[in-house]
């Protein structure tokens, strides 16, 4: 009888290492069963199989409940090791643990081996695993030089310790040649990373396309691949020369002559006919009505105010006793009261 819907035989599977294969118990010899065998799919299986005790895995410990038939064993490694292999085995039907022992292998607890300038892994591990493999990348602008498929893979962790696979190193990048115009120039000639290339033209050609090129990250120039130096039209250099001389001229010769005396005339007969004849009547009327209407109204009373109590208070107490001396000490005296 079976207990799983879906148990087959791996066609890949080494038929010797499986028992005989079944669909019913009654398939199977006496004291067996049909059961599954895992990749052997449904097997006859002794009532009574059972399995020597697992293996012991050095660096590492085990542990299981049982040793008959489906039992299992779980491997485990110690601190500061990695695992490789299969960490379960089964009990079979042919009393043997199924797969291999899984081994423990020890860490690289040690630093990874000095990059060159420019250089680094890429990780951020401080326990690196066995068979760990560092990988080296170069700085932007750099690029990776070593073996000859320029593998960025530069040392493994094994057995605990690094080993160097390829030795490798970080170089510029360097663009390559560029194109100049036979009738142009260029600053410099550099063609490393980060370098600004500015082209010119000569006298009488005219710039067409990229000025500045920048080598870039991934060795490539930026801007068009090429620029051209253009024959400047002769044309040009005739027309302009005549074309100055024309408006220079017509200027001095004809246009002042003309609009001077005419600007002359305009503002002499617009201030005489019209400005004058309507500004000074304003201007008399404004002044009038302002001292009318505004000053005197406000001047006079102030004034009085003022020199009344001036007269009064200041003026007649020193003029009154003067004169009174005068006449009596100089007039009367005098006979001519």
């Given at each position: ?74 491997y ?49 591990l ?20 070593g ?29 390559g ?34 000025r500045?090129?920048?080598?870039g ?5 930026t ?27 017509l ?87």
């Amino acid at each position: 009888m079976r207990f799983q819907e879906k148990c087959e035989r791996y066609p890949s599977m080494d038929v010797s290492q499986c028992s005989m294969g079944c669909d019913v118990d009654q398939d199977c010899p006496p004291n067996h069963m049909c059961r599954c065998d895992g990749m052997c799919g449904y097997s006859c299986i002794d009532n009574d199989i059972s399995c020597d005790v697992p293996d012991a895995l050095d660096n590492g410990v085990r542990f299981y409940n049982g040793t008959n038939y489906n039992d299992t064993v779980r491997y485990q490694c110690n601190e500061n090791y990695t695992m490789t292999g299969n960490p379960v085995r089964r009990c079979t039907a042919k009393k043997t643990w199924d797969g291999a022992l899984p081994q423990c292998l020890p860490d690289c607890l040690a630093q990874p081996p000095s990059l060159p300038e420019h250089a680094y892994y890429v990780t951020t591990l401080s326990r690196y695993p066995a068979g760990y493999r560092l990988q080296v990348v170069c700085k932007q602008g750099y690029k990776l030089i070593g073996h000859e498929n320029r593998s960025k893979v530069s040392a493994q962790c094994i057995m605990g310790q690094w080993s160097v696979i390829d030795d490798v190193a970080c170089e510029l990048v360097d663009c390559g040649p560029f194109y100049v115009h036979p009738n142009g120039s260029v600053d410099k000639w550099d063609t490393v990373y980060n370098t600004t290339i500015h082209f010119k033209c000569q006298e009488g050609f005219n710039f067409e396309g990229s000025r500045t090129r920048t080598c870039g990250a991934d060795g490539k120039w930026t801007g068009t691949e090429k620029f051209n130096c253009i024959v400047t039209p002769l044309v040009k250099p005739l027309i302009t020369p005549l074309v100055t001389y024309i408006v220079t001229h017509l200027v001095t010769h004809l246009v002042k002559p003309l609009i001077t005396p005419l600007v002359t005339y305009i503002v002499t007969h617009l201030v005489t006919h019209l400005v004058k004849p309507l500004i000074t009547p304003l201007v008399t009327y404004i002044v009038t009505h302002l001292v009318t209407h505004l000053v005197k109204p406000l001047i006079t009373p102030l004034v009085t105010y003022i020199v009344t109590p001036l007269v009064t208070h200041l003026v007649k107490p020193l003029i009154t006793p003067l004169v009174t001396y005068i006449v009596t000490h100089l007039v009367t005296p005098l006979g001519f009261f």
